[in-house]
């Protein structure tokens, strides 16, 4: 199975300040058909999870243009680039490039 | 809209089966592979199951293999999950997706005497 090693597991942020989660999975996500199937979700309380980016780097439709997502092959990275209050919840990367997909461990957003 | 609505959440005893059904519309439910993930109370999020567009191919979480069994009727839109020998650790909200993007609010699955 792909393990996925998400960091930090926690953010204290006061708004406006950006914010960098780091995803590293243990195999390549790029898939022969060259997309790379990692994706982005944000979990608030109580929520399913909701999808932020997919493929890296793709925001998906109605997602705030302060969220960006970067990287390639193993190593990944959401962006915030100015928090605000409504970002509070979990933040998961999941790759999806072969079963069983697997998430990272979540990392938990708090405003101050 | 897509929307994808999960029914048959319950409390069941370890050993007991369930039924867990998931609506799909919005969307050529058809022509996308489906899928089943879990959340137990305060962890973090585990798929359990896929299937491809057609049914002719699932796949499935070493944690279920055997137990679980995940179906389709594409003339009714709908995804199953067939749960049998349910444990205590098989409690959690589950999920039916049509991933990346579109998942539904969950169905509470209990398993305690």
């Known amino acids: 199975d792909i393990v996925m090693t998400q960091t930090p597991l926690s953010l204290s942020l006061t708004p406006g300040q950006p914010a960098s989660i780091s995803c590293k999975s243990s195999?390549?996500?790029?898939?022969?058909?060259?997309?790379?199937?990692l994706d982005w979700y944000l979990q608030k309380a109580g929520q399913p999870p909701q999808l932020l980016i997919y493929?890296?780097?793709n925001r998906f439709s109605g997602v705030p243009d302060r969220f960006s997502g970067s990287g390639s092959g193993t190593g990944f990275t959401l962006k915030i680039s100015r928090v605000e209050a409504e970002d509070v919840g979990v933040y998961y990367c999941?790759?999806?490039?072969?079963?069983?997909?697997?998430f990272g461990q979540g990392t938990k957003v708090e405003i101050k | 809209e897509v929307q994808l609505v999960e029914s048959g959440g319950d409390l069941v005893q370890p050993g007991g089966s369930l039924r867990l059904s998931c609506a799909a519309s919005?969307?050529?439910?058809?022509?996308?592979?489906m899928s089943w993930l879990r959340q137990a109370p305060g962890k973090g999020l585990e798929w359990v199951s896929a299937i491809s567009d057609s049914g002719g191919s699932t796949f499935y979480a070493d944690s279920v293999k055997g137990r679980f069994t995940v179906s389709r009727d594409n003339s009714k839109n709908t995804l199953y999950l067939h749960m049998n020998s349910l444990r205590a650790e098989d409690t959690a909200v589950y999920y039916c997706a049509s991933a990346p993007a579109y998942w539904g609010q969950g169905a509470l699955v209990t398993v305690s005497s």
């Open positions: 919005g969307f050529i439910f058809s022509s996308h592979a």
């Open positions: 195999q390549s996500l790029l898939f022969s058909d060259g997309r790379t199937y």
């Open positions: 493929e890296g780097s």
């Open positions: 999941m790759q999806r490039i072969q079963p069983p997909w697997t």
